[in-house]
């Protein structure tokens, strides 16, 4: 099990431009939500993908969009990068369906994506 | 509101437990993690607990929650080099499938 993917690990983008990052959640995960972490702080909660669908955003700009396709992965964009947009970039899988309470438990979370804008 | 609050640096020798703390404002919290960060890795869920518990042990981590005082601290026994890195204290109103809010992290760094 690979467990939780994310692609690129860096990037460097100039301010104004468009960015697409992606998520391979964890085998057997059906639930996609992606953070933003600034250097020196903790992530924070940018949206959640289950079912093809938005279910949670926090609050973040609409530059921020997100998409999940039918095998459970995802995309986060980001349009009109701005330099504050700089930042480690995370993807956390887990299972939100019916099941034994522990598997609901943990969100897996990938190495995430460092995205740079200049 | 939703908040967690945490020291910044923490310092300790080698073999001493190691010991940090957090709060919360959300009373909802149903769920409190503490999550273990590496530099350049990312993050690595070590335990958490629900909100209906006071204490849980997993082999050198201790857990202790006062629900009233909404602190949470984590104890790390034993202390070693492999332990550097940055702590973070979470919580969730449902679970970690739900929005997750995290601290700002502590930094662990070992003395010899």
């Known amino acids: 099990d690979a467990g939780v993917t994310q692609s690129p690990t860096h990037l460097i983008k100039t301010r104004g431009q468009q960015v697409t990052l992606r998520c391979s959640p964890k085998s057997g995960h059906d639930t996609v939500s992606w953070y933003q972490q600034a250097l020196g702080q903790g992530p924070q909660f940018i949206f959640q993908y289950y079912e093809e669908e938005e279910r949670q955003r926090g609050n973040f700009p609409d530059r921020f969009s997100g998409h999940q396709f039918p095998n459970y992965s995802s995309e986060l964009n980001v349009n009109a990068l701005l330099l504050g947009d700089s930042a480690l970039y995370l993807c956390?899988?887990?299972?939100?369906?019916?099941?034994?309470?522990?598997?609901?438990?943990?969100?897996?979370f990938g190495q995430g994506t460092r995205l740079t804008v200049v | 509101g939703e908040d967690v609050e945490q020291s910044l640096f923490l310092s300790v020798r080698e073999g001493d437990s190691s010991v940090i703390n957090c709060t919360y404002t959300?009373?909802?919290?149903?769920?409190l993690y503490w999550y273990k960060q590496e530099p350049g890795a990312g993050l690595q869920l070590l335990t958490y607990i629900f909100s209906n518990m006071d204490m849980k042990q997993d082999q050198r981590l201790t857990v202790l929650l006062n629900k009233k005082d909404k602190h949470l601290s984590l104890r790390i026994a034993d202390t070693q080099t492999g332990d550097s890195a940055i702590y973070f204290c979470?919580?969730?109103?449902?679970?970690?499938?739900?929005?997750?809010?995290f601290g700002s992290g502590t930094r662990l760094s070992i003395r010899p």
């Open positions: 956390a899988s887990s299972y939100s369906g019916q099941g034994e309470l522990q598997l609901n438990t943990e969100a897996f």
């Open positions: 979470a919580e969730s109103r449902y679970s970690s499938a739900s929005k997750i809010i």
């Open positions: 959300d009373s909802s919290s149903t769920y």
